[in-house]
Every structure is written in structure tokens, then in C-alpha cells.
């Protein structure tokens, strides 16, 4: 069963490749979604990390 808010995010993702516009499928996106949501998240605003103060980050990253 399709998460019709999500797919209302993703409906219109595409990427660039060689100068080539490719259009998921459904089912794609939703996979994207999902890998995206299970990945850890590290991210690093202005210094933050996950709200946490890190001198040595001074520009936004993920990793």
C-alpha cells in the first residue's frame, strides 16, 4: 500500500544523468524513501551536530 503523503513528496523526482532526465516509478521512489529514512543521520549545521556544538564544523555537511 502506497504512503500517498509520501508520494506526494516524491512525485516529481528525477536526476540528471549525461544529460538524460529519468523518471522513477513508483515503486522507486518508495524504495528511495524508505533507504533514506532507515539511513543514519548525522548532520552538521553551522557548527551543530544533531544539536550538539562542534568548533571544528563550520559549514553544513551530511555524513
Avoid: E
Avoid at 28 to 38: F, N, P, S, T
Amino acid at each position: 500500500m502506497a504512503d500517498h503523503g509520501t508520494m506526494s513528496h516524491v512525485d516529481g523526482l528525477s536526476v540528471t544523468d549525461a544529460g538524460r532526465q529519468r523518471r522513477w516509478t513508483a515503486a522507486g521512489k518508495l524504495r528511495i524513501v524508505a533507504q533514506c529514512r532507515a539511513a543514519p543521520r548525522r548532520v552538521a549545521v553551522f557548527g551543530y551536530i544533531n544539536g550538539f556544538y562542534d568548533p571544528r564544523r563550520t559549514h553544513s555537511t551530511l555524513g
